[in-house]
């Protein structure tokens, strides 16, 4: 039988796995917040959202290890990986020089993409409770452009209420100064954990399947990486009309285990 303390463990692992690869690139210090931003322990709640996982799994389009594997990579190079990442990548470069126009607008851009009502609460809820964690025990001292930019959007009467989640990764990575490549593998790799941890829970799968699953989708990740920071705001877009649908569908479920 599996346990929730056994997905959360093996969840770990393969995040730590992943990201020690680039430890020669990072100072220990930026490591750490890295590994502390996209733990599954950091208080956002993603272990409630399915992404339309669920649905698709009661429906019989993912039963095994090779299924998910399948759904997995496309929803990574053909749907929201690959575009939360270029959102992603956008706010931490306009972040850098400090554009708070051009981190408003990726905010409302990044919250008009959302195909469905479950996919707006899934990306809207996991990013407004990231901004928050992030300012009540991880603000960065206002040294930088980005660092200032944070503070701005995060205080005072015109602070920002609802963040997208890959916008408020992205403009805190830059006010920490994270490595462009670093943030975005972790964030594409906890996305794809999070994914397997679904699978694990609702299949169910097992522990090893679901590793094996985050093993297949490494080099799948290396490269998704490379392309979209060489990509721009012109090729955002998605093709995961199965997964939009599904995540549509979920919200009529009688009896559900996830949020979406």
Same mark, same amino acid.
């Given at each position: 039988m599996t346990t929730a303390t056994g997905t959360h463990t093996s969840t770990i692992t393969g995040i730590i796995t992943m990201i020690t690869?680039?430890?020669?690139?990072?100072?220990?210090?930026?490591?750490?917040?890295?590994?502390?931003?996209?733990?599954?322990?950091?208080?956002?709640?993603?272990?409630?959202y399915s992404h339309g996982l669920e649905q698709v799994i009661d429906e019989g389009d993912?039963?095994?290890?090779?299924?998910?594997?399948?759904?997995?990579?496309?929803?990574? %190079?053909?749907? $929201?990986?690959? !575009?939360?990442?270029?959102?992603? +990548? /956008? %706010?931490?470069? $306009?972040?850098? !020089?400090?554009?708070?126009?051009? +981190? /408003?607008?990726?905010?409302?851009?990044?919250?008009?993409l959302?195909?469905?009502? /479950?996919?707006?609460?899934e990306s809207s809820a996991q990013g407004t409770a990231f901004m928050g964690a992030v300012t009540a025990a991880w603000a960065p001292e206002a040294t930088t452009p980005a660092s200032r930019l944070l503070a701005n959007l995060t205080m005072g009467e015109d602070r920002i209420e609802t963040w997208p989640y890959p916008v408020a990764v992205g403009l805190v990575a830059a006010a920490w100064a994270v490595p462009e490549d670093a943030i975005l593998t972790a964030f594409l790799h906890a996305f794809a954990a999070n994914m397997v941890s679904v699978a694990i829970r609702a299949v169910p799968l097992g522990q090893?399947?679901?590793?094996?699953?985050?093993?297949?989708?490494?080099?799948r990740i290396a490269t998704l990486t490379d392309r979209i920071r060489?990509?721009?705001?012109?090729?955002?877009?998605?093709?995961?009309?199965?997964?939009?649908?599904?995540?549509?569908?979920?919200?009529?479920?009688?009896?559900?285990?996830?949020?979406?």
């Amino acid at each position: 039988m599996t346990t929730a303390t056994g997905t959360h463990t093996s969840t770990i692992t393969g995040i730590i796995t992943m990201i020690t690869t680039m430890a020669d690139a990072l100072d220990t210090a930026t490591l750490y917040r890295l590994l502390a931003f996209l733990s599954p322990a950091f208080p956002i709640g993603a272990f409630t959202y399915s992404h339309g996982l669920e649905q698709v799994i009661d429906e019989g389009d993912v039963r095994d290890a090779a299924s998910l594997q399948a759904w997995l990579q496309d929803v990574l %190079t053909h749907g $929201a990986g690959r !575009s939360d990442g270029i959102l992603l +990548v /956008e %706010t931490l470069r $306009a972040a850098h !020089s400090g554009d708070r126009a051009a +981190v /408003e607008d990726l905010i409302e851009l990044g919250l008009a993409l959302q195909p469905s009502k /479950e996919r707006h609460l899934e990306s809207s809820a996991q990013g407004t409770a990231f901004m928050g964690a992030v300012t009540a025990a991880w603000a960065p001292e206002a040294t930088t452009p980005a660092s200032r930019l944070l503070a701005n959007l995060t205080m005072g009467e015109d602070r920002i209420e609802t963040w997208p989640y890959p916008v408020a990764v992205g403009l805190v990575a830059a006010a920490w100064a994270v490595p462009e490549d670093a943030i975005l593998t972790a964030f594409l790799h906890a996305f794809a954990a999070n994914m397997v941890s679904v699978a694990i829970r609702a299949v169910p799968l097992g522990q090893s399947d679901g590793q094996r699953c985050l093993a297949a989708a490494q080099g799948r990740i290396a490269t998704l990486t490379d392309r979209i920071r060489a990509s721009g705001l012109e090729d955002l877009g998605t093709a995961g009309l199965l997964t939009d649908i599904a995540s549509m569908a979920h919200e009529t479920k009688y009896s559900r285990l996830f949020r979406s």
